[in-house]
């Protein structure tokens, strides 16, 4: 028997004995009424938690993260089965400015700056919910600078006119302006030099730590993902074929051979690995 088939699939404690405060249940997401791209997808993060969503492009990642933040309506998508609960309530109904009141934020693949505004405008654009006064959004921004000084040099730069680990920083410090429970962070890796990468993955690592902010994170850099995320689950083709924590994850022989391009005999080209192979190892 394949060692991947000794992992669990959709297990609900995600390897962490602290409480779920995000439960997705069996959900369906279906595009325009008829394509459908989620199928009776299940994953739990404990609070104060880093869960990594991993796959391919075209997984089902960036949707899972829409269902939860509540973003598919406007892309002509639905949650048609299933329900998805935060801190023990049902949120899967409620509209996305309701969900950054409750603490839930998404950090969307690609960076979305506000080009024509500068740093420090975009990354007080994320307090417009906050209701406790100017000194204490001055507080959070001087948090923010401090976990990203290359945002407080570029302060009065305009967005748009800024590298792209330096807009990163600002779509990400700009959700930490709202005081979030939870960060839903699409691809941070995307398009970003290895060490700009690293940098990013501490930067989660040390808010997780120091604020106890939870993150799910939906990632293709699988190995710099599971290095940094305690618990992680992976998609194919809108469903979840593994999940396990991190270690057990990046240690098993299929998740080596088919995401990080490595097998027992050395490293691997996917181009070399059958595709009906993967479905009959993983999914037998």
């Not at 023990?88 to 996305?96: A, K, N, Q, T, V």
């Not at 080009?115 to 204490?136: F, P």
């Not at 570029?154 to 302006?177: F, H, N, P, V, W």
């Not at 490595?262 to 070399?272: E, F, I, W």
Request: a positive charge; aromatic letters at 6%; hydrophobic letters at 35%.
């Amino acid at each position: 028997m394949s060692d991947a088939l000794t992992l669990t699939r959709g297990n609900q404690s995600a390897g962490d004995n602290r409480r779920p405060i995000l439960q997705v249940n069996n959900v369906e997401v279906i595009y325009d009424h008829v394509i459908l791209v989620l199928k009776g997808v299940s994953l739990s993060v404990p609070e104060g938690g880093i869960v990594a969503l991993l796959g391919a492009n075209g997984a089902g990642k960036t949707t899972t993260l829409k269902a939860i933040s509540n973003l598919l309506r406007a892309e002509r998508g639905d949650v048609t089965k299933g329900t998805i609960e935060f801190a023990g309530e049902r949120i899967d109904r409620l509209s996305p400015n309701d969900l950054v009141k409750r603490g839930v934020i998404q950090v969307m693949e690609g960076r979305h700056c506000f080009e024509h505004l500068t740093i420090e405008e975009n990354l007080l654009t994320g307090a417009y919910t906050r209701k406790d006064g100017r000194a204490a959004i001055q507080h959070e921004l001087e948090k923010v600078y401090a976990y990203f000084p290359r945002l407080k040099e570029r302060r009065t730069s305009q967005a748009g006119y800024t590298s792209g680990g330096e807009q990163q920083m600002c779509a990400i410090g700009r959700a930490l302006m709202s005081r979030p429970k939870m960060i839903l962070l699409d691809e941070p890796s995307m398009g970003l030099a290895p060490q700009l990468v690293e940098g990013i993955f501490e930067t989660v690592k040390r808010l997780n730590d120091d604020e106890g902010v939870t993150f799910l994170l939906a990632e293709q850099n699988t190995n710099m993902a599971l290095k940094y995320a305690r618990y992680g689950y992976i998609l194919e083709n809108g469903r979840v074929v593994l999940d396990g924590d991190a270690k057990t994850l990046a240690e098993n022989e299929d998740v080596k051979e088919f995401y990080l391009g490595l097998s027992a005999s050395g490293r691997k080209s996917y181009r070399d690995v059958k595709h009906y192979k993967r479905r009959k190892r993983w999914l037998a």
